[in-house]
């Protein structure tokens, strides 16, 4: 997962006409390093994201722009639209986050 760290690069990289997927986490967060835990493999079998990590303590502009109110969540953008998102309360294991990409699917 490649870091954004300048709202620069985060609207570089949803601008984009690939689908990225951005997971909003933070270091003090239990959930999201539970997340970091089962992520790996998900990021492999869905490979059709560029996958990103945005600290939300980092950019909380952009947190609270696209409405992220719980952490981990994943959000999906292409165009500089997001597509899709993952609310933290649904990503609390890797079948959920499964399910949230299956349903996604194009």
């Known amino acids: ?10 609207n570089e990289v949803i601008s984009g006409n690939s689908k990225a997927l951005v997971k909003f986490q933070a270091g003090w967060c ?7 835990m089962f992520i790996d493999p998900i990021v492999e079998k ?5 996958w990103y990590d945005v ?4 950019l909380p502009e952009i947190a609270e722009k696209y409405e992220v109110m ?4 994943l959000l999906i953008f292409q165009n500089g639209e997001k597509q899709a998102h993952l609310h933290s309360a649904n990503a609390k294991s890797p079948e959920q986050v499964t399910d949230f990409l ?5």
């Open 46 to 50: 869905y490979d059709s994201y560029t």
């Open 30 to 36: 239990p959930d999201c390093r539970r997340m970091d």
């Open 1 to 10: 997962m490649k870091p954004i760290t300048t709202v620069e690069e985060f």
């Open 70 to 73: 719980g952490i981990p969540s």
């Open 55 to 58: 600290d939300r303590d980092v």
């Open 102 to 106: 299956e349903s996604v699917k194009a």
